[in-house]
């Protein structure tokens, strides 16, 4: 049975999906429209046809992701059920891959495949899924093949200047495109795919560095919203528990660095579907190491509940389960000294590219660019060792569903060294 009624959920401001139930779910009826128009005769990319076979051949995986299609969640006022077989849920994530998110002042799903998803994340089958390995190798070849489509000429139809398009003037503003790079007279602002313009570079002058002669202050890695200020944080912790308290050694992905870090302070911050998506260094120093850890993508925090259907509400324990790159900088500052920066991917938001130069042994600038997302916003962590920050610029510690915390942009002042 499905529940009646709709909410508003100022947990999903983040930006990929639309703060009104009700307006999801025009969007998914909307989109289930959009695929039956096509006929259930429309072939399935390969990947899908994979998935298939993977669901035909291996039981637990069959039952798992038909167990979470048949499951009602709990937390979450649906008015209908939107996904009613494992066929249509291929076919709607079928249609997913050769599109791309359109512009919305008030409701947009800039994550449609977490959007297609979303009714499955909190049962109990799909905790159980979208832990599985079997099930995220799969998804990565999914995401992998809408990459491949986003990152075409042809992603570029979502760069026009209707009301849903990029280039609108809403979209322009929402966006702050006078911030960044583009050529206004070209007929895509001199993007090549979308892709291309979800990963746009700044503006000459814009987010100057703070205080770039003074090795103390460090800088925001990136142009987020904080979440959480944790101190005096352990070595292993049950991450999966309520308050998702974090675990260096898991976050570290048992790195030989995590004995630097106990005791000392994670700050997580997340980024919007509109933020600026790359990263920076947070301070002058060497890069010590610096790799993608294979994860998750959809998988949340059982503990949270009902909540756990919103992926900003598992940010804790997405930093130690989730796909994310981990980069190690020895800061120049000796008070500083050992610096982890992990970008964390979220839901689709989960390819983390390392930049070229950021190799063991180079020289890193503060606030120089380390690597980006692609497709839209996630979240980042910042480790700092014992002693090593003094104060944090934040006007208050933010805490996990702040709805008044302020975005800090990249490149500014974030804390002083002790």
């Avoid at 983040?14 to 998914?28: I, M, Y």
């Avoid at 959007?115 to 109990?124: E, R, S």
């Avoid at 606030?367 to 839209?376: A, D, I, R, T």
Wanted: some cysteine.
């Amino acid at each position: 049975m499905v529940n009646e009624g709709s909410s508003t959920d100022v947990k999903r401001r983040a930006g990929w999906l639309p703060p009104s139930q009700d307006d999801l779910e025009a969007w998914l009826s909307g989109h289930r429209e959009r695929t039956e128009a096509h006929g259930e005769d429309t072939p399935l990319h390969p990947v899908l046809v994979e998935f298939q076979q993977l669901m035909d051949t291996d039981p637990i995986v069959r039952m798992y992701v038909t167990q979470m299609v048949e499951q009602v969640p709990t937390g979450k006022q649906y008015k209908e059920r939107h996904v009613k077989d494992v066929p249509q849920l291929l076919r709607l994530i079928n249609e997913v891959l050769t599109m791309t998110p359109e512009f919305s002042v008030g409701g947009m799903v800039s994550t449609p495949l977490a959007g297609i998803l979303d009714w499955t994340l909190a049962t109990p089958a799909g905790f159980a899924a979208y832990r599985d390995p079997r099930i995220n190798a799969m998804l990565k070849k999914i995401l992998n093949a809408w990459a491949e489509y986003l990152n075409s000429p042809d992603s570029l139809s979502a760069l026009n200047r209707s009301e849903t398009g990029w280039m609108s003037p809403e979209a322009e503003r929402a966006v702050g495109m006078s911030d960044y790079a583009h050529d206004p007279d070209d007929e895509h602002w001199g993007f090549t795919s979308w892709n291309d313009f979800f990963t746009r570079r700044l503006a000459e002058g814009s987010r100057p560095v703070a205080a770039p002669d003074d090795d103390k202050v460090i800088v925001s890695a990136c142009e987020s919203t904080p979440y959480r200020i944790s101190t005096d944080v352990k070595r292993r912790d049950r991450f999966w528990a309520k308050s998702q308290p974090y675990s260096l050694e898991d976050m570290l992905a048992h790195d030989e660095s995590v004995d630097e870090f106990v005791g000392g302070t994670v700050y997580q911050a997340f980024l919007s579907a509109l933020n600026y998506h790359r990263w920076h260094s947070p301070v002058a120093g060497t890069i010590v190491r610096a790799w993608v850890q294979e994860g998750t993508y959809y998988a949340e925090a059982q503990s949270e509940g009902p909540d756990a259907a919103e992926a900003q509400e598992s940010q804790g324990y997405i930093a130690h389960m989730a796909t994310r790159a981990i980069i190690l900088v020895q800061a120049d500052d000796p008070v500083i000294g050992l610096v982890a920066f992990i970008a964390i991917g979220m839901v689709e938001v989960s390819t983390c590219l390392i930049s070229d130069h950021v190799r063991p042994g180079y020289h890193v600038a503060k606030g120089e660019e380390l690597g980006c997302f692609q497709f839209g916003g996630s979240s980042e962590c910042l480790i700092f060792r014992p002693g090593a920050v003094s104060e944090f610029t934040l006007a208050a510690i933010p805490q996990p569903g702040d709805a008044d915390a302020s975005l800090v942009l990249v490149r500014s002042r974030l804390a002083v060294a002790g």
